[in-house]
């Protein structure tokens, strides 16, 4: 799954830390690696802890640095950590879908051992491809007493690509190839109809289908022959609908409405048809997949500098959940 997030020299310590307790924590998953993650609280009494779950891309948990010092300024406890291969976590970076739900659970284990967590409301907040990982987590019974969606896709993160190809984002061009946009719909299209008709065949499997009958469709094998690969097809299967639908603890799913890597619209309509009490929806104008304006250079640390506009938002709402 592709939010062209990138490796940047972009992240930054935050700021004042002598201010705050730290406690480190980490997790050996299957005698193999270990993941390191830093749980920051203040030093007065505080009831609330978020887990901020990371995006795409090689992401340290020194990231999201202005959020975490906005959140620990109003007595909210922030847990980040190193994805696999990243920071001070070890073994070989892998942002695939699958492998980064199966060790966010073991990392978030750990810091429910902690004591600090005791007593403790804790909740997720997943940016991006961190809410497609938050909800697959929440689907295996990982379940937090809050959440916060932040520009993470609604229904099946699939539909992304449409989307991003649409808004002449080129990162699938290797993936999906045609000459126009239409063609790579016509292609995705194609696709995920084989994929939904075959829920249990393996991606070779599905390939020697297309490689037969595609052409009947006017598609040609090698328009797709690269996307056809198993974490693909992991990742194509994933459908959060049934998560939200049963989600029954107070949950925010928020977007910024000038977002291009996922869809605020279809976001709406979504929700709108899976009618869950418990989920608010918030749409706030001007602001793109990071919470920062349009032409915010990735590549800088200010592309964390988020929105004063969604961090009040979401400190409002954190703090009138019910105690």
Known sequence: MTFCQKKFDNEKKIENIQNYNIEEISKTIDEE??????????????????????????????????????????????????????????????????????????????????????????GFLGHSLGGIVSLQAIEKQVKPDFLIQWSAPVGKPRDLLKYQINNGIKNYDKLIVGETTNDKMKTLDYVFDLIDKNPNKTAWEIWKVAKKESKKYGINKNSFSNYLMPHKLEEARIDNTNTLENIDFPTLVIIGNEDILVDPKQSRTKLDEIENSNIEFKEIDGLNHFMTKKGTDVRT???????????????????????
């Open 33 to 122: 690696l270990t993941i390191f993650g830093t749980l920051l609280t203040p030093k007065s009494d505080f009831d609330k802890i978020l887990v901020i779950i990371s995006g795409t891309g090689t992401i340290s948990q020194e990231a999201h640095n202005y959020l975490t010092e906005f959140l620990l300024e109003n007595n909210i406890g922030v847990f980040r950590f190193d994805k696999r291969g990243v920071g001070k976590s070890t073994g070989e970076y892998n942002d695939q879908a699958k492998v980064y739900t199966n060790d966010f659970p073991e990392i978030f284990s750990e810091l429910k051992k902690s004591q600090t967590s005791d007593n403790k409301k804790i």
């Open 301 to 323: 640390n200010e592309i964390y500098n988020v929105n004063f506009e969604f961090k009040e938002y979401l400190l409002n709402w954190i703090n009138n959940l019910k105690k």
